[in-house]
């Protein structure tokens, strides 16, 4: 019995030293390698919380770690900006740290806004630098980029097509596809990409849900009316009718709501908010592949060498639960799919803890079968030697002469024997080594003896205690000694085949440790448990860890406030229990300035500094949030009504009344709050936040530094704009547009040089004023802006035909009319149409679109020249009137504006409008005046040598019938 013992644990030692090889073999050693001193640039399209920029930036740390090389981030936040001054001061700041700070060796840029940028701006701010993109969908933008000099990079290719097919074998009945769009830039090209493939599925009718055209809670409902026929794609949703704006996560909880078929995603995010997935875009890759293009010119390789990269890093990604709730089969699925929000199981989150036990547990078993198997024999051989007594005398001869043999095999066990103590010895190396212990508890005696060295590292006190029930007592918690006895009882009774649990005890310094318990029984030949053994592993920095993962999935790390998850938890439970309160939305005021003068580092000590005086005005009634980037959200229970939340606004203002001190610094901080009172404005969390979103950002376009309660109307605002649109959307359906003509007289001969045309309304008396600027808001102007020019150009070929003789038309063009780069085609081809004489057209632009020189409003006007359009600057002196714009726009006329007329037009100052009017002319410009309604005025201009009157003086704009009977009238003879 004690050599097949000893044996035993021969076999246990040689395979754990085989585990802890193993083990050990799979660890790789890491050298650093010398700093690389390289200096790099990102430059993102969007700002660092958009979905995709963080995984971007994590692909590029994977090339470019941060012990290594040095990377300054930079943000277009082109999402939310996308005007002209911000592109400028972008520009203006880089501009800037590159003259001040230390060359970059490379840039990295990510998505067409940036790498539009960076083309336009290469020779002035980038000259020589090697430039690598991702992220970028526009193929006519790569194609420029492909052609410049030290640039190159990797394409985004949505994969639209592959998420049909896969909505096709999910659903073999499908009839249809329809997909969510919006009319951003993104959407309006997932469109495109959309409605490309119609001919590469002839079986399903192609149909889309245009987020423009409808509020997001519409398109919630035009989602639920889908049928299980339908394959659904979310494209984009970002900006709905109402101007109103929503994240990606926020729009797809709206559309899992309300769907009930699966949503497939072919861009990223909305995965783990109610979206099935599909095959989706990887930044991470994208990033690192950017990355690699960009270290591979780093060790020598020219940048012009390396071609653009083509293929898209696209996986397949999917949500458990959606499958789970739709009943997809995994199986189904593509392979090498990757499934997020499923539970991992012990065995793979714990793969070599689980081998090790079941190789423990295998010896356990061969230890039992051995004893079993050892017990058995035993008996038989007594049995055989009773009955064969006589027998054994009668051989007592031969016995003799094998004493030899037997001696032989004794020495043999000796050596034996040697060996497993030599093993023993290895065990209890390899027990320590690995932070574990062997524990026994004797079922008959009621005592526990755990491995000594192990005990003492946990708590010396628990070494002396063998008593189980002490231990219990003395040691564990309720709860703990409960679950123990309960875990015992269960192994007893059959109900489990091994014990297995975690446990808290306190060490001697009464600070918490865990350890992990597990093990099984050794049965006598009857089946009963004589003792338990198995295994400790003290488990306390893994459970230190989960603790800190948890406490970052709830709180900010930057500032310790609690996060958005936290506030989502606490405003549902309040709203369960049908509680009264108010949420603040806190927006900082001109945070941005920050962030771009002082750089990302300041501005986040900033925003801890800000929490903090935030964090004083927390009670037990007030939490306090970080939402987000410079935003921050209070929230107060008990409010019935808006004079509670009107005091802790006051508490605010005096809170930061007096200026934050920061690095020598101070800065006065304001913010813009929305406040939204519940349960009088709503019941429901995602409105609350919409509605207090809504009165931050009215604040927001009202001045600023302020606070404003929502109410109806702000939302009578936006419906009146929302209206506009509708008005205007029809009017483009159901021609509801009109043209007017306002004559412009030449003061020598009186007679009608040219004329302007005015849009009007048909049937709907509202103010240009007022659907200019919606049109303008809304991105109708590109079509209006259409629309005007082919009217215009229609009714000069007209008059034409009628016999009248060709005078010119002017037509007014806005700032976001550039973003129509077809504009120049389009009008060259319309004028071919009808067969005008470019000259006979004029584009009139105002100094608004001039106030930054840029590259672009250049080529554009250069374009118009080229064609042989005239170019007239409108209402001069009402903006910047900058003499300086005149030596650098290809303008061939100004118009005065009414404002500029009367202020030089009296006696006293009569002389400045003449010198100004001569200045002009000694640049070979044109002088017409506009709002001209008194004949003196008339006279005076006349004498400083103005070449055009325009004004009720004359005529008001009519009507093209009206303009002909005064088409060729002399209004001075």
Known sequence: MHKIKRLLYVTVCILLTLIICWGYSSLTAYSATDRQGKNILFISSYNENFPSVPDQIKGIRSIFPEEEYSIDFEYMDSKRFVTEQSRKLFHDLLQYKIEDLPAYDGIIVGDDYALQFVMDYQQELFSGIPI???????????????????ITGIVEELSIKDNISLGLKLNKKAKKVVAIVDNTLTGIGDENQFISLKDEFPELAFEEINVAEHTFAEVGEQVGKLGQDTILLYLSMYTDKTGANMTI???????????????????????????????????????????????????????????VIYKSPNYYVFDYKVLKKFNIPLHSLPKDSTIIGKNATFIEQHPVLTANIIVIASLFTLVIILLSTDNIRRRKMDKLLQESHEELVQTYEELT??????????????????????????????????????????????????????????NPQLAQIKNIDIFLEKFLCEEDRDNILSQYERYIKGETDKIYMEL???????????????????????????????????????????????????????????????????????????????????????????????????????????AERINTIVTDNVWAYRFGGDEFLI????????????????????????????????????????????????????????????????????????HMFYSDKIMEDIRSRAEIEDILRDALREDGLRLVYQPQINVVTGK??????????????????????????????????????????????????????LKPVAINFSGKQLSDREYISFLSSTLEEYQIDSRYVEIEITESILVEETENTLAFLNELKSLGIRIAMDDFGTGYSSLN?????????????????????????????????????????????????????????????????????????????????????????
């Open 401 to 458: 002469a094998s004493e030899e043999e037997l001696r032989g095999q004794y020495d043999l066990s000796q050596r034996h024997m040697e060996n497993i103590e030599i093993l023993n010895q290895k065990y209890s190396i390899a027990v320590e080594s690995t932070g574990s212990a062997v524990w026994e508890y004797d079922v008959t005696l009621r005592t526990l003896s755990i491995s000594e060295e192990f005990i003492n590292s946990i």
């Open 635 to 706: 929230l107060i229970t008990g409010a019935e009504n808006e004079q509670l939340a009107e005091g802790y606004l006051l508490k605010l203002k005096e809170l930061f009344a007096k200026p934050i001190r920061l690095m020598g610094k101070e800065h006065f901080v304001k913010f813009s709050i929305g406040v939204t009172v519940f349960p009088k404005d709503s019941s429901d969390m995602e409105r609350l936040l919409i509605n207090a979103d809504t009165a931050m950002y009215y604040v927001k376009d009202n001045g600023k530094g302020s």
């Open 249 to 307: 996560p926020e729009a797809s909880a709206i559309l899992s709501k309300a769907a009930s078929i699966p949503i497939i995603r072919a861009e990223v995010g909305g995965v783990g908010n109610g979206i099935l997935g599909g095959k989706m875009h990887s930044y991470y890759h994208s990033g690192e592949k950017a990355a690699n293009l960009l270290k591979k010119v780093f060790e020598g390789t020219p940048v012009d060498s390396l071609p």
């Open 504 to 610: 808290m005890l306190y060490n001697s310094e009464n600070k918490k440790r865990w350890v992990m318990i597990s093990g099984r029984g050794i049965h006598d030949l009857k089946g009963t448990v004589m003792s338990l053994n198995g295994l400790l592993i003290d488990i306390t920095k893994i459970k230190e860890q989960e603790e800190y993962i948890n406490y970052l999935a709830r709180n900010d790390y930057m500032t310790n406030l609690p996060n958005r998850v936290s506030f989502m938890d606490k405003i549902k439970s309040e709203l369960e229990l049908k509680s009264c309160g108010a949420i603040l939305l806190l927006d900082i005021d001109n945070f941005k300035v920050i962030n771009d003068t002082m750089g990302h580092l300041y501005g986040d000590r900033m925003l801890s500094a800000i």
């Open 885 to 973: 714009y005149l030596t650098f726009i290809p303008v061939d006329k100004i118009k005065l504006d009414k404002s500029l007329c009367e202020k030089f037009i009296n006696l006293d100052n009569s002389s400045v409008m003449s010198s100004l009017i001569g200045l002009m002319h000694s640049l070979d410009l044109i002088i017409t005046a506009e709002g001209i309604e008194e004949t003196y005025q008339y006279h005076r201009l006349k004498e400083g040598g103005c070449d055009l009157i325009q004004g009720y003086l004359f005529s008001k704009p009519l009507a093209s019938q009206e303009i002909e009977k005064i088409y060729n009238h002399n209004f001075i003879g």
């Open 752 to 805: 009608i040089d040219e004329f302007e045309a005015l849009l009007r309304l048909k049937d709907r008396n509202l103010s240009p004023a007022k659907f200019i600027e919606v049109a303008e808001m809304s991105g109708l102007i590109i079509e209006i802006g259409r629309w005007v020019t082919k009217e215009a150009i229609r009714q000069m070929a007209k008059w034409r035909d009628e016999g009248y003789p």
């Open 132 to 150: 690598t993109f991702f992220g970028v969908n526009d193929m006519n933008r790569v194609k420029e980029a492909e052609e410049r000099t030290n």
